[in-house]
Nanobody, 116 residues
Framework: QVQLVESGGGLVQAGGSLRLSCAAS????????MAWYRQAPGKQRALVAT???????NYADSVKGRFTISRGDDKNTLYLQMNSLKPEDTAVYYC??????????WGQGTQVTVSS
């Protein structure tokens, strides 16, 4: 059974940076298109960034130029470097497969709070 564990969130002032990590067990997600998602209070979960097995990336317009998705040197770690954070980036962040209906269960997420 695949388990996803996100970490690295916290409270940061606007303009600050955070680096999120996602660790997976029970699978090798190096061959899978992976994604970061976020869910703000009262809103639906939204796609933030994706990365293919070959390293090609794509970003939501709202984070383009500020966030960077990457894979670890091992096969089962995913990162999201977040710079120039804004209050509107406040959300719980999740990693999972890039899919409308990911086959893997969602992790607990990691809370990111950006103060103005």
């Amino acid at each position: 059974q695949v388990q996803l564990v996100e970490s690295g969130g916290g409270l940061v002032q606007a303009g600050g940076s955070l680096r999120l990590s996602c660790a997976a067990s029970g699978t090798d997600f190096s061959i899978t298109v992976m994604a970061w998602y976020r869910q703000a209070p009262g809103k639906q979960r939204a796609l933030v960034a994706t990365i293919t097995s070959g390293g090609r990336t794509n970003y939501a317009d709202s984070v383009k130029g500020r966030f960077t998705i990457s894979r670890g040197d091992d096969k089962n770690t995913l990162y999201l470097q977040m710079n120039s954070l804004k209050p509107e980036d406040t959300a719980v962040y999740y990693c999972n497969q890039y899919s409308t209906f990911p086959a893997w269960s969602w992790g607990q997420g990691t809370q990111v709070t950006v103060s103005s």
